[in-house]
């Protein structure tokens, strides 16, 4: 006959064998380090990023006091697809290694291999198969390793990657980043006009996707070369976070300056062909204590595929 006393630790002893159960269950449902996870869904979540390159003199706001920060920041948008500017070969390095789930496409832009600054596309292993990808360089010799264009101050480029969507029936799609000159007026007008060829004839009629950092406004001439070109010809362009917030706000800038400044216009943006359908778009403004992961806001855009 059992006493109370051993009733009492067989009771405790079941009790601690669900718990533990109940632990082991919820561990193993954790992602791995460096992993990140999303629900399956028609829907494409795309973030721009400029991530303000590791050798500038920012003090507070370097790359190594903002480092961890930068890297949750990005970890958390949990996008599908990542276009990011100013990386340089040691923040490649660190970025690859925190985002192991994504595989990381591109080169710097001074030598086609890791000298300069990086205009790389992340995106999801477990979401996409890569099918082909390469660089050009915005200049009149696009091929030419290193080239700077018209009236640009530096060598300017623009990763393309062709994917095919395990997810929607491995349809395929053309992914562009890039980041435009920061002085030359003519170099923006020009590199628009030479993205809109090179996904015309890259493409031939897929999907387009073209983000990054273009050093205007909607308000200047390079974003009508792209979305109101007078051409009319292939790709037609929708800019998403427009597509989502029809009406213009004074507070929309996507560079802050390290100082969490939202006064002006997207330079930012995530362009898209007609089969997709922007249903979501956002700038990121947080921060911590007031210093910012960069000196850009990330942008964040949900796309959906459109049936065909």
Partial sequence: MQTFDTLDAVRTMTGM?????????????????????????????????????????????AWTERRAFFLDTLQGANADLIG??????????????RLS???????????????????????RRDRFERRDWGTIWLSPTPDAVGSKGWDAALPRIATWLKLADKQNGNRELLVMNTHFDHKGKEARVES???LRKTAADLGKG???????????????????????PEDNGPPKLADAYREVHPQRSKDESSFNGFKGNRRGSRIDWVL???????????????NKDGRYPSDHYPVHVELRWVTK
Avoid: C, W
């Avoid at 789930?101 to 790389?120: H, L, T």
């Avoid at 073209?210 to 974003?223: K, L, Q, R, S, W």
């Fill in 17 to 61: 064998r669900l718990k533990l159960m109940v632990l082991l269950t919820f561990a193993l449902s954790l992602p791995a380090l460096g992993q990140t996870t999303r629900p399956a869904s028609d829907g494409l979540r795309v973030t721009t990023f400029n991530v303000r390159n590791s050798n500038s003199k920012d003090g507070p706001d």
């Fill in 272 to 286: 898209h062909t007609p089969e997709f359908k922007a249903i979501d778009a956002s700038i990121d403004y947080a």
């Fill in 206 to 228: 897929l999907p387009v996707i073209i983000m990054g950092d273009f050093n205007v406004t909607e308000d200047d001439p390079p974003y009508a070369t792209l979305v109101k």
């Fill in 192 to 194: 628009a006009k030479l």
């Fill in 84 to 97: 990011l500017q100013e990386v340089l070969q040691v923040q490649a390095e660190e970025i690859r290694a």
């Fill in 101 to 123: 789930s994504y595989e990381f496409i591109g080169v710097a832009r001074n030598d086609g291999k890791q000298s300069g600054e990086y205009s790389p596309i992340l995106f």
